[in-house]
C-alpha cells in the first residue's frame, strides 16, 4: 500500500504517516522541557525539524515508522505511536510519545493498540518492546495497560549510550492471548 493512503483508525483517531502539516504541533511537543525529557530532550525549531524527517525517512527506507496520531474531531495532531527499529536499537521498538495537551485522555493506550497491531500483522514480528526511563512513570503505566511486562534494564546505541533506559514488552503470543485487538 503506498505511503499516503496507508491510514489507520479508531474510535476517536485516524493514524497515518507524518506530513508536512504535522511539523507545527511536532515542533510544540519538543519544545516542551517536560515532554521531550524522554525523546532526547528540548529541541529548538531547526534540530526539530531534523529529528522531525527520521519518521518519513524511517517510512520511506524500511516500510515502517510512528504513525502520526490525528483527532477525527478536531483534526489536531495529538503525536506520534508505533513500530520503530533504527540501527543498533535493542529490539523491535513499539514507541510514542503525545503532545502534552493529549496527556490523560486515553489516546496513547487507543493508538498503541492499533499500530501493535498492525505491527503484528504486516511486519513479521514475534514480540516488541518499549524503552522507558525508569522515572518515566506515565510511559511504565501505558506499557502496563498495554500488557508488557518489565523485563530489564537496556542499552541504547550513542548518542544515547549513558541514559538509563528499562525495557518493557511482550510477546506476539502474549498480545494475542489478551483477546482481539490485545484489549484487557
Not at 526539530?48 to 504513525?67: C, D, E, I, T
Not at 503484528?120 to 511486562?149: M, Y
Amino acid at each position: 500500500m503506498a505511503l499516503p493512503e496507508l491510514r489507520l483508525e479508531t474510535e476517536r483517531l485516524v493514524l497515518r504517516p507524518p506530513q508536512l502539516g504535522d511539523f507545527e504541533r511536532y515542533a510544540e511537543l519538543l519544545g516542551d522541557e517536560q515532554a521531550a525529557r524522554h525523546i532526547g530532550g528540548h529541541q529548538p525549531r531547526a534540530p526539530a525539524w531534523r529529528k522531525f524527517l527520521q519518521m518519513p525517512g524511517a517510512w520511506a527506507v524500511q516500510g515502517f515508522g510512528m504513525f502520526s496520531v490525528v483527532e477525527k474531531a478536531s483534526g489536531s495532531w495529538l503525536g506520534q505511536v508505533g513500530p520503530w527499529k533504527p540501527e543498533g536499537w535493542p529490539g523491535n521498538e513499539i514507541g510514542y510519545s503525545f503532545h502534552p495537551d493529549a496527556w490523560g485522555r486515553g489516546y496513547a493506550t487507543e493508538a498503541a493498540i492499533a499500530t501493535i497491531d498492525w505491527a503484528l500483522a504486516n511486519l513479521g514480528w514475534d514480540e516488541f518492546i518499549h524503552c522507558i526511563a525508569p522515572e518515566n512513570v506515565a510511559s511504565q503505566q501505558l506499557a502496563k495497560r498495554l500488557g508488557s511486562t518489565l523485563r530489564g534494564p537496556g542499552r541504547l546505541p550513542a548518542p544515547y549510550e549513558d541514559a538509563a533506559v528499562d525495557i518493557w514488552g511482550q510477546t506476539r503470543a502474549q498480545w494475542r492471548a489478551r483477546g482481539a485487538g490485545g484489549a484487557p
